[in-house]
RNA sequence: GACUAAGUAGCUCAGUCGGUAGAGCACAUCCCUUUUAAGGAUGGGGUCCUGGGUUCGAAUCCCAGCUUAGUCACCA
């Protein structure tokens, strides 16, 4: 109980520390009383992984008769003067024999006796030296003839079991596990693999973009006036600029801007912002990436995304066919691709392409698509394009030729009437990429935001604001260019089979976290 | 925003009809020199999410709230 209150007020903790906490408070300060710091600052020269040990050493027990590994303790078995540990490194785990003699040759067995066996812990990171060698039950292990003390973990460690594929006691409460992400990649060491997978995918985008002598640069976050996309943003204030800025919602403006300031291809990976609803495929801030290559139109776009996505696949699966939930998507090139009537044509044998609004609310209707009327022409295509076919597209898939009315930024189609020239790749009935030929003609642009300004007048709220300079840029001419962005965290929920974005962001957007102090409220 | 489910020990979870709060692991003590879900024995540990109500008595029944998850809606 003295400790209780001597921890709640070295501490100066609201809440009470529980009885392993204090105990291995207690632990470490014992240590520190053996002359041994609980946190060492020298470095500790590790020469071995645990996985590289388990696959080598069975085909050539000559191998690391020298070794030095360090690690997390995730188990430990007591036997008198020998013992068993498991530690965990960044790679797997390795188990450890652990022989009082030979860590204290001396008569001085106080390092097994006491710090070994009563003052660590499953939690604190250790550093051993020794050799590998199989133990009695087959087990590759390492003998250890060294150990040293790297860090105390004073919280104890929720462990997660196994045995024969049946896992017991599983941290798997989303909750906990995104908030405390690290406690998860200690006890769940495979999803550490999903965020690996993650930057693998990023860097062969990147080294694909690079190959192709496209320049990545980086554009502003803070934006005075938000634009190229349709959303809501958060909105923040600068204290010496005495002047409201926005999070920006995308970088399109930006790097079309440096377009016309005459570089051939520029890429961002983009964090960008929106304030609106989160569920498992919408976090408040993802990542995209964008980018804008001169003198190319949509088509060409085209080309670049299935190679460039083929080619991810391959990196993260040595394949591209990619399990995605129930499905197995074959991101193989060339991809099918249809207008967006053609797509609607197929899945519904209905011809829409010369109707006009009210044959395309009779056509709604016929097919279930509840339509109200501040609902347009392109709206209402857009409305039965997502009804009836985005859905049932599996196999990746472009669709392009999208309404007017939805895309303010897209150059007009170069034959087709009331259409842009705009395409998106849908799989496992998603959509994964968004590109156009660019608007580079400045007065429809400016035409263009007029519209969407008329849009936000009467209420909604994701209509584009109008950027002068922006228009400014333009004005001075922007070569013919063709952009694209692709959702990073979507096409690496497909990539690596995830349910959820959360599943791919290390730390997704929670709610502030509630601390169970005293219920406060008696309102 | 709607609906459904959940909230009990550090972790994973039971808890019968409303009658003293349970298990495994973790933790402590003891035993044990090659163990395997973490060897054996013993033991300590609880604001049963919060507040109110019903009742002699509530983890359990009722009401309200909070938190979380899932699905749908909205939203690219």
Known sequence: MHFILKYNDVFNMSTELSEQEILRREAAEQIR????NPYPAPLYEVNAKSTEILEKFPLDNTLFQEVSIAGRIMSRRVMGAASFVVIQDSVGKIQLYVKRDEICPTEDKTMYNVVFKKLLDIGDIIGVKGYVFVTQMGETSIHVKELTVLSKSIRPLPIVKEKDGVIYDAFTNPEQRYRQRYLDLIVNPQYRNVFI???????????FLNEKGYLEVETPILQPLYGGAAARPFKTYHNTLDTTLYLRIANEL???????????????????????????????EFTQMELYVAYKDYFWMMDIVEEMVERIALALHKTTKVQVGENIIDFKRPWKRYTMFEAIEHFTGIDISNMDEAALRETCKKLNIPTDNSMGKGKLIDEIFGETC????????????????????AKKHRSKEG???RFEAVCNGKEICNAYSELNDPIDQRERFIDQLELGKRGDTESMVLDEDFLRALEYGMPPTSGLGIGIDRLAMMMTNSHSIQDVLFFPQMKPEKHNTQSTSNE
């Open 419 to 421: 259409l842009v020239e």
């Open 390 to 409: 985005e859905s049932k597209l599996i196999q990746p898939t472009f669709i392009y030729d999208y309404p007017i009315e939805m895309s303010p930024l």
């Open 33 to 36: 009383a053996l002359g041994i």
């Open 254 to 284: 930006f790097l079309k801007r440096l377009i016309v300031g005459g570089y051939d291809g520029v890429y961002e990976f983009s964090k960008d912002f929106r304030n609106e609803g989160m569920d498992r495929f919408h976090n408040p």
């Open 197 to 207: 997978q993650r930057t693998i995918l990023v860097n062969t985008m990147r080294d």
